[in-house]
């Protein structure tokens, strides 16, 4: 049986303490109330969910005190997400309803509300007992931020903090009602009381009198009647003063369980087994006896030991010529216990947490418990007889001030929320609540007030919107602060017949900073680029920090693209000074798209999405520029989104193919490996898609993982197909993008590779460039080493583009360089270029390396590669790129390349 369908006699107990706990706050099927209706909207708005609840568990039924974006008040019991989530202490949280076998099929998900999402956090009554939750909900699988289900938590730790204040209220209009009630019942009981015993006792001496006059008159045979006495209320006595009882009535014998044979026999102190008590009575007979009355309380022994507490009265009498104390019993039990409830409840008042006051009509306090001093600052003296007012200083027009004055002439309960203030003047929130407390006769005389401190709360909320509207990296802007200011902007635009600019700003290389020098050199960069940028602006503008390393901007009141053009070059200017952090000097540049209201677009997201797109068309143009929207830039944007969809799909449908550029020995002129090199043609399209093209946007997108693995297994399957068909074996060397290099998963990855096609791994050789392995140099020196461990050759691509250290470049386990195509293009047109290509030569030399020359295309080239010592070379002079089929050829041909 699982846990939910506890059908024990522990269950049954659990959910019975649960219903007995729930009846005492008396808060089922009331009507909605704005103190949990503000804490569901808040919980909504801060977890960004269309619904919530507050929902407390019955016998039966799940009932909603408060519920956003639900239109039922309560479901069956079986069916509740709440019955789980209080057998939680934590956060009960189901991402994903439809995929969880425990809710896939209830009600609630298959059919409206349709919930797909749920977060609950229980509502822990004082006791411990579990009542209900407070939970959010949607109809799309998602998750909370830490900040979210921390929110979660204290929200619901308020809603059980609002619902003992509405059992305390509710109890408290009672007790107040019941304490007057009692006091003043108490009152005309002590009065009647008086009267009554004074009204027996004068009965009681007349008697005497009329007792002494019969004993004289009728010398002293008569006796007194005992109608007299048993008709009196209460207990009758007369005793002598030795105690001994004399007169009596029915009653006495009757509460004390005694006979009349009994009581003759009695002592007036037998009837008091307590010490204490039996010492106070003796010392009241004997002021009886001495001053002429006394009364004293004390607690009548009967028979079976039942104490009850009596009031007694007594009076001297003569009685046949001695002194006797004639007396008389009021049980007073019903006012001992109303004395104890007012004194339990005045102790639950002191010892409240929440600041009690009690006030005349006015509003004028005659009470107030020891919070209202620690909460407020002020002592009870300065306290007492002052108008609660006081407490708002000069902040009297407030909502909840106007509310609470019209609750009061109602003589209504009223809930509101008010700025209260110290006595040292700090601002202090209160949840206040105000209710009438009304008498036997319906009509008010006093109110009762609750201040619930919810300062707290109140700073939680202030710093959720500081992190909403905030970027606590760098203090700018957050995205949601500058959508709502572009939207302010574009209505002052409307009004004035002006113009506001949007702009996207994205650091050019900031990440190959941020993965080589560390994020806490990144996270500073960027604080440093956002006090650039916030100097650039004025101030009626506003930068935000768009994400990672992107920056968006509004700038309103703009004319004309000629001004913007002016801010944004001193922006590039500004950014391309350089950066000094922790000894690191480097530079950046960026890439700036805008877009304009009305021309590129009428609302917020429409500019921002047209400026996104400039700003990639100034990185398509070489970086470092500013861009204005087109519509043709629309246009591309379109293309680049179908060119993307159709990358994705494009390794299920096998349309990539390897081709192959062979690497000359310029030694002998003969093939000495090949590079591998992808090429894509898409379905139904029947053209080439450039490399060019598609490679950059397979690195943003992450796809140049899965498509460079396929390239690593297929070149190794290639070339061991081309070994076995009798050919001389050769080396293939594969390009490694710089996300698919993972330090812990890329020696791995070529394993797997090997094993797979049965390729020897010196046969294997790996292209990285230089920017790569300078990322993280100490790391990658360390699987650099793995992958030589295996026997598989390592080149630096592209050399002399990058930043290599030549301290590092001694420690990498490499066996070529490669000299980049742009130094041998011009390598006998540009000095410079044939400098740089010596250099190369000769520093790859003298560390022990090979090296090769790519994009050879003329015997100018060719012959000063030769001279110079390069070893190997590749490019259009022999052969471009092949298809697999096409290599065998060539190598069956044992083509080769005149070198001298």
Sequence with gaps: MSEMQDFSSEGFLADGIRLETLAQYRIMDTAPESRFDDLV????????????????????????????????????????????????????????????????????VTGAPYIRFYAGAPLIARNGVRLGSLAVLDRVPRDLSELQMTALRVLSRQVVAQLELHRNL????????ERDSAAASLHASHRNLEYRVAERTSELNRANAVLQD?????????????????????????????????????????????TSEEMARAHALDFFDSENDRSLVERRIADVLQNGSAAVEADLCTRDGKRIPYYFNGARITLDGRLCVSGMGLDITQRRLDEETLRLRNRAIQASVNAIIITDLEGNIEYANPAFERITGYPLPETIGRNCRFLQQDDTEQPGVAALRSAILRREEASVLLRNYRKDGAL????????????????????????????????????????ANVDTLTDLASRSLLKERIREGIATAQLFDASVAVGFLDLDNFKFINDSLGHNIGDQLLKQVARRLVGCLRGQDTIARYGGDEFAFVLLGQKDEKTVASLMERILTTIERPFDIEGHRFFVSCSIGLSFFPKDGRDVDTLLRNADVAMYRAKERGRNNFQFYTPAMNRRATERLSLE??????????????HYQPKIDLRTGKIAGTEALIRWTPAHEGRLVSPSTFIPLAEETGLIVPIGEWVLYTACAHHKTLQESGLRPMRVAVNISARQFEPQTIVATVREALVASGLDANLLELELTESLVMQNPEEIIKVLHDLKDMGVHLAIDDFGTGYSSLSYLQRFPVDRLKIDQSFVRDIGNDPND?????????????LGLAVVAEGVSSEEQLAFLRDNGCDEMQGYLFSHAVPVDELKNMLERDKKLAVN
Aim: aromatic share 10%; hydrophobic share 40%; net charge negative.
């Design 41 to 108: 909207t808040l919980v909504a708005k801060i977890c960004d969910t269309p619904m919530a609840i507050m929902s407390l568990l019955d016998e039966n039924r799940q009932w909603f005190k408060s519920r956003i974006g639900l239109d039922v008040s309560e479901t069956p019991k079986d069916i509740a997400f709440c019955r789980h989530t209080i057998q939680q202490d934590e956060v009960f949280v189901v991402h994903d309803a439809c995929a969880d076998p425990e809710f896939a099929q209830n009600p609630l």
């Design 170 to 177: 509710d109890e408290l209009t009672k007790a107040v009602a």
């Design 645 to 658: 969809s159709k990358l994705r799909q494009a390794l299920d449908d096998d349309e990539f193919v390897l």
């Design 428 to 467: 202090f929130w209160n949840d206040v609540h105000i209710a009438p407390v009304r008498g036997a006769d319906g009509i008010a005389t006093h109110f009762v007030g609750v201040l619930n401190d919810i300062t707290e709360i109140k700073h939680y909320e202030k710093e959720l919107e500081r992190q």
């Design 214 to 258: 019969e004993f004289e008159r009728r010398a002293r045979e008569a006796r007194l009647s005992q109608d007299i006495i048993d008709s009196l209320p209460g207990i009758v006595y007369v005793f002598d003063q030795e105690g001994r009882f004399l007169r009596w009535n029915h009653n006495f014998e009757k509460v004390a369980g005694y």
């Design 834 to 846: 044939a400098i740089i290509a010596r250099a190369i030569i000769s520093l790859g030399h003298s």
